[in-house]
């Protein structure tokens, strides 16, 4: 189906494993975002993607490794993760040029570490 | 840093009646604005969004601009049970690359 898709859904890690998490899209779109949200913080930019092999940080990039080969991947990776990353984790798209830039998300991953 | 601020709620409205949600933000060169609706356990889900100034409707929604005092608004006329979630305002800054900032969401009960 078209659209915007995460994996895994749900994850329980330990702390220090290195966990990641995956985003696909089949708009072709342009740009890609990662977003946590936390209660109390609302949705805070992780890393965000303006096309292939183009990435920079967002917000709260401390913890997290990110990289885009393809235009329809972005995966998230915590390289050793904390019980601050607890969180739930949404990845979205957009296009650059179509309609206002509104962005799309995907259906989250929620990650515990533990 | 660019702020987007909104009133955390709950905001209780009885159903039937109109639900209005205010969103203000910082910065003037803020191009293109944006209403999400995001049911608890559920990823945000775009309602509409607005770039010019004045009021634009979209079924039972509208979204007002006024970009001289930075504040959008969002009106939902005849809510329903089902309009019950926490609305998302979010914001595309002028030298975002495509970035928006969201607010925190209000969280709008909808009672019968």
């Known amino acids: 189906d078209a659209g915007i898709t995460q994996s895994p859904r749900y994850k329980i890690t330990e702390t220090g494993r290195q966990v990641t998490l995956m985003c696909h899209q089949t708009?072709?779109?342009?740009?890609m975002f990662w977003y946590r949200q936390d209660l109390g913080h609302g949705l805070r930019l992780i890393y965000y993607?303006?096309?292939?092999?183009i990435t920079d940080k967002g917000e709260v990039p401390d913890g997290y490794v990110v990289s885009r080969s393809k235009t329809e991947n972005f995966p998230l990776t915590l390289e050793s993760a904390t019980r601050s990353q607890t969180s739930v984790y949404f990845c979205?798209?957009?296009?650059w040029g179509q309609g206002a830039g509104e962005q799309y998300f995907g259906p989250g991953t929620r990650l515990t570490v533990t | 840093q660019k702020e987007v601020e909104q009133n955390s709620g709950p905001l209780s409205v009885p159903e039937g009646a109109i639900a209005s949600l205010n969103c203000t933000y910082s910065?003037?060169?803020?191009?293109?604005f944006f209403w999400y609706r995001q049911y608890s356990g559920k990823s945000p889900e775009l309602i509409m969004f607005?770039?010019?100034?004045g009021d634009k409707e979209d079924g039972r929604f509208t979204a007002q601009l006024n970009k001289a005092s930075q504040y959008v608004s969002l009106l939902i006329r005849d809510s329903q049970p089902s309009d019950s979630a926490t609305y998302l305002c979010?914001?595309?800054?002028?030298?975002?690359?495509?970035?928006?900032?969201f607010g925190a969401g209000t969280q709008v009960v909808v009672t019968p």
């Open positions: 979205a798209s957009s296009e």
């Open positions: 910065d003037r060169g803020s191009q293109s």
């Open positions: 607005i770039y010019s100034n």
């Open positions: 979010a914001v595309k800054f002028a030298d975002s690359w495509g970035k928006f900032q």
């Open positions: 708009w072709s779109h342009s740009y």
């Open positions: 993607s303006a096309a292939a092999d």
